[in-house]
C-alpha cells in the first residue's frame, strides 16, 4: 500500500474530497485502514465515546497513548493523527514538544492535531513544524475549550465570528498547519474558508463543499447515542447489533444450546 504523505495530503485538495474517520483501537483501525479511509484520526472524543467521561477534558496522554500505539498496530501503513488532549500543550512550548515527540517517537503517529488559534497555538505550531512534527489544526468548536466558554453550538453565525474564524484558518496555515478541521459552522462559511486556504479543510458539521470530512467511529456505526448531533449521520446501529448478539449468547448458554458440537474438542 502506498503510503500518505502530507504532501499527498495537500495535493488531493480540489482534486478528490479527503476521507478521515476517527479510530480509537486495534479493531477499529484495522476497520479504517481496510475500508480505504484517507486519514486515521485518534481523537480525544474517545474520553466520552470509550471511556465515559461526560466531556474531553478529562483524557490523559497516557491514555492518549495507549490508544494511538493501538491504532497504528491495527493500520501499520495509515496516516495517522494523534488528538493532543487539554493541557498537553497550553502549558508552554516546551510542553507541547515534548508531548507531541512521545506521540510521533513512541506511539507511530504520523502528524498531531492540536485545537484553536491563539498566539500561544500558532506559536505551538510554528514550533512543532520546526522539529519535523506534521501538525493539524483544529477550528470552530474547539471542544477542548467551548465547553465552558459557550458551550457545544454552531460557530461563526455572525459576521465578526466569522471573519475572526476566515483569519484564524489563515494564520493556522501561516504557522505550518498541513490541514485544518473546520467543525460547526455554517456550510456557506465552510465553503469561503475552504477556498480562502491552500490547504486542506476537513469539515465536520461545516457543510457539503469543505476539502474532506471527518467523523467520530461511534457515530458512524452507531455504538454511543448519549449526544447525536445533527452533523452525524449513523450508517448503523451498532448498539442494537451488539446488544442482540449478547442477548442470544445469554440465551444459549442458559438453554444449554452453547457450545454446539462444532465448539467442542473430541
Ligand atoms: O476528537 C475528535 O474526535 C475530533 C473530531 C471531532 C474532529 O477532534
Redesign the pocket.
Known sequence: MDVLTVKKIKEMKGRQPIVML?AYDYISARICQACGVDII?V???LAMTLLGYDS?LPVTMDEMGIFVSAVRRGAKDAFIVA?MPFMSYQASIEQALKNAGRFIKFCGASAV?IEGASDHTLSVVDRLVDAGIQVMG?IGLT?QSSIFKDGYKVKGRDFSEARELMAQAKALEDAGCFAI?L?CVPEPLGADISDAVGIPVIG?GAGRFCDGQ?L?FSDVVGTYDRVIPRFVRRYCDGLSLFRQAVEEYVTQVRKGEFPGEENVYK
Open positions: 476517527t484520526l481523537g480525544d472524543s474531553t488528538d492535531k483544529h471542544p478541521v467543525e465536520i471527518v467520530v
